[in-house]
């Protein structure tokens, strides 16, 4: 499973530990994750994605998965949400 926020594309950035002497080691820094299940309104279902802590405020500010996915751009999703945008699109396309 790659540590990888499947909404934002955030992933893993480098940087160093610095000790009190000044000695600097490479290190690495790992986007806070989580398993969430969020509802779409328009599939009336929930849709199961490991997300970012920071994604999951931005899905809130903006109204829900629906929105988020309506404005996000495609080559920041991952496979499976970029399937779920479709899928929701479709719904949206038909229910209109």
């Not at 309104?41 to 929105?67: C, Q």
């Amino acid at each position: 499973m790659s540590r990888r926020c499947e909404l934002t594309g955030k992933g893993p950035m480098t940087g160093n530990n610095v000790s009190h002497a000044n000695n600097k080691t490479r290190r690495r820094f790992l986007p806070n994750l989580n398993d969430v299940t969020l509802q779409s309104e328009a599939l009336d279902r929930g849709i199961k994605l490991r997300i970012s802590a920071s994604a999951l405020r931005s899905v809130d500010h903006r109204g829900g998965l629906d929105a988020f996915l309506a404005k996000a751009k495609d080559d920041e999703l991952s496979a499976n949400a970029l399937k779920v945008k479709k899928e929701i699109a479709k719904a949206l396309a038909a229910s209109a």
